[in-house]
């Protein structure tokens, strides 16, 4: 491709990106097609003589984006948000043109010194105590692995590689935890029966004094207790554990703390929710992302230390051909977790921090917890409904009640109440189970929605409601 052909289907593309965000609302939220579907239209093999791209881009209208989700649709309600943004989607033009490989600072000095800065912007941003140091990994579960790897090797004295010298170490979170722990698990050698899942209170929030009693029953048994997971914002209700008191417990039994805030943790760019992370003087290390609910394109997480050089210890390699004559002045970030070659992502969240401004930023999350406690109001005036975990940042979780039903038929209303919803195409929410109960998720924070679209969303809502209610 030549340079002027480059530059016309630059603009080509970039108009067809600003229409699509125009337009996305237009667009069933969830793709209609089968399984298959998409496979079936693409050759078996691949071409032998290069193609034109008009006829690449037309077969990426006519064969890709109908098997193309629309997670920045303002409907979008389901899972979480993973939003991108116009300045996000500009900085990844960037990135990739510039197509550097930033695994030490010689490789893009740039890239190095503005993951820094920024992620010391992030830190100020959410409130984290002044001597954290910031490191962007690829996701939250990359960033969990990489605590359970550190916290492994500072409870083993960095011995964890002899075979056979170490004794049994345990890991502690919710039973409402992400899922990513338990790979972390099996992946970092702890062994899945070493996982404890300690249970919560009426709120879905981590219950300290049954961590502590399973902390206290592993050292009886010469299990070595090694990290704990506190949750703030778990994925089916972001329930918040209480930090301050399960850093104490921490702190006593000489426990790696990890925060696990994927999803909430941008909520703490308000002053008014730095509550949740009171308390965060006692961690270790905590990850929020970016690519969730701060408007920057997946994948951008950002992990937070206490101890660098704890992180380092754990992931430091020196072959002779990485070495250079400024290791000791720069960060070189490939010691800072799993991979060693690593996009530049800090440029994306540049852009968008200093095109919203915090201010902006902070508006757009504060609308998002408006919205989620509008829509909760509705569905606590509506007998025919009920609100099933407290609504601490901007996801609602809730069902259909019915007067004599049994748990089975309330999950089963609920669950048709659920297919219908989603197959008017218009929104896409999802579910999760809470304490038993089937529970239907509503979690706002797509950059695109507005008042509108959530009540629209309840509109469809009440009126699948009435259907189901009036069949039974
Ligand atoms: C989304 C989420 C994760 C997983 O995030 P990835 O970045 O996709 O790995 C982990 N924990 C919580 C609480 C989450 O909300």
Redesign the pocket.
């Known amino acids: 491709m030549d340079k002027e052909a480059f530059k016309k289907y630059g603009y080509e593309f970039v108009d067809w990106v600003a229409d699509y965000m125009d337009e996305v609302h237009k667009y069933p939220v969830k793709s209609q097609v089968n399984p298959g579907d998409i496979k079936e239209k693409l050759p078996g093999s691949p071409p032998h003589e290069g193609e034109p791209m008009d006829r690449i881009f037309a077969d990426f209208k006519d064969i890709i984006f109908p098997g193309i989700t629309h997670w920045q649709h303002p409907s979008w309600f389901a899972?979480?948000p993973?939003n991108n943004s116009p300045p996000s989607i500009l900085a990844e033009l960037l990135t990739a043109g510039l197509g550097a490989q930033c695994m030490i600072w010689q490789t893009s000095p740039a890239a190095a010194e503005l993951e820094e800065v920024v992620m010391d912007w992030l830190k100020q941003m959410i409130g984290l105590p002044e001597d954290m140091t910031g490191v962007i990994?690829?996701?939250?579960?990359?960033?969990?692995l990489c605590a359970l790897l550190s916290a492994r090797e500072v409870a083993t004295n960095f011995q964890a590689n002899i075979k056979g010298a170490r004794m049994p170490l345990a890991v502690y979170a919710s039973e409402e935890?992400?899922?990513?722990?338990e790979k972390g698990v099996k992946i970092a050698g702890y062994g899945k029966e070493y996982l404890r899942y300690i249970s919560t209170d009426e709120n879905f929030a981590l219950i300290p004094e049954k961590l502590e009693e399973a902390i206290q029953k592993d050292i009886k048994q010469g299990i070595k207790p090694a990290l704990v997971v506190a949750?703030?914002?778990?994925?089916s209700s972001?329930a918040i554990d209480p930090l301050e008191a399960i850093g104490e417990i921490c702190k006593h039994y000489n426990v790696w703390l990890h925060v696990?805030?994927?999803?909430?943790g941008t909520a703490a760019l308000l002053l008014e929710k730095r509550d949740m992370l009171k308390g965060a003087d006692k961690i270790d290390s905590l990850?929020f992302?970016p690519?969730?609910w701060m408007f920057t394109n997946?994948?951008c997480?950002a992990y937070f230390v206490k101890n660098p050089e704890h992180l380092v210890r754990t992931f430091e390699i020196h072959p002779e051909y990485l070495k250079t004559g400024q290791d000791a002045k720069v960060k070189n970030y490939r010691d800072w977790g799993i991979q060693l070659g690593r996009r530049f992502r800090a440029l994306k969240l540049w852009f968008v921090i200093r095109s919203y401004g915090v201010k902006g930023l902070q508006e757009m999350v504060r609308e998002h917890l408006r919205l989620a406690q509008l829509f909760k109001s509705w569905v606590e005036e509506d007998e025919h409904f009920e609100i099933l975990a407290p609504v601490n940042v901007s996801l609602v979780c809730f069902r259909l009640k019915k007067a004599g039903a049994s748990e089975e038929e309330l999950t089963d209303i609920n669950k048709k109440l659920l297919d219908n919803i989603n197959s008017t195409g218009k929104v896409f929410l999802t579910h999760t189970s809470l304490k038993g109960k089937y529970t239907i998720r509503m979690a706002i924070g797509v950059r695109a929605t507005q008042e509108a679209h959530v009540v629209e969303a309840w509109k469809i809502i009440k009126e699948k409601a009435q259907e189901i209610l009036g069949q039974s």
């Open positions: 899972y979480f993973a990994q690829d996701t939250a579960s990359t960033a969990t935890t992400h899922s990513s722990l949750n703030i914002g778990t994925t972001t696990d805030a994927a999803f909430a990850v992302n690519h969730k997946f994948d997480s």
